[in-house]
C-alpha cells in the first residue's frame, strides 16, 4: 500500500498563489507517477497535472503557464499562481502504479473574487 499525505491550500483572492505538497510513503516501490485531480462543487474529478519519476510532466489545458508540479523523489508539489474562482476545488493527489491509483484525503482550495 501506498499512503498519500497532503498539506497546503487554503483561501486565496483572485490572481493569488498557493502551493500543494503531498508526500507518499508506505511501499515505495509502488511510487510512480504522481499527481493533482480536483473536484469542485456538482462536477466530476478532472485531472490537473502529473508527473512521471523521470520528471515528464502534464497538465491540463486550463492550468498551463499558471501551475507548476515539481518532484522531488516521494514528494510532489503543485505551485499555482494567478488563481482564479474557477479554481475552487478540493485537490487530490494521487500515485498511480500500473493500474491502480492511490488518494490523498484531499485538500480544499478556495478562491474569492
Known amino acids: 500500500q501506498v499512503q498519500l499525505m497532503e498539506s497546503g491550500g487554503g483561501l486565496v483572492q483572485a490572481g493569488g498563489s498557493l502551493s500543494l505538497t503531498c508526500t507518499a510513503s508506505?511501499?515505495?516501490?509502488?511510487?510512480?507517477?504522481m499527481g493533482w485531480y480536483r473536484q469542485a462543487p456538482g462536477k466530476q474529478r478532472e485531472l490537473v497535472a502529473f508527473?512521471?519519476?523521470?520528471?515528464t510532466s502534464f497538465y491540463q489545458d486550463s492550468v498551463k503557464g499558471r501551475f507548476t508540479i515539481s518532484r522531488d523523489k516521494n514528494t510532489v508539489y503543485l505551485q499555482m499562481s494567478s488563481l482564479n474562482p474557477e479554481d475552487t476545488a478540493v485537490y487530490y493527489c494521487?500515485?498511480?502504479?500500473?493500474?491502480?491509483?492511490?488518494w490523498g484525503q484531499g485538500t480544499q482550495v478556495t478562491v474569492s473574487s
Open positions: 508506505g511501499n515505495i516501490l509502488r511510487i510512480s507517477v
Open positions: 494521487y500515485n498511480q502504479y500500473f493500474d491502480t491509483n492511490y
Open positions: 508527473i512521471t519519476k523521470s520528471g
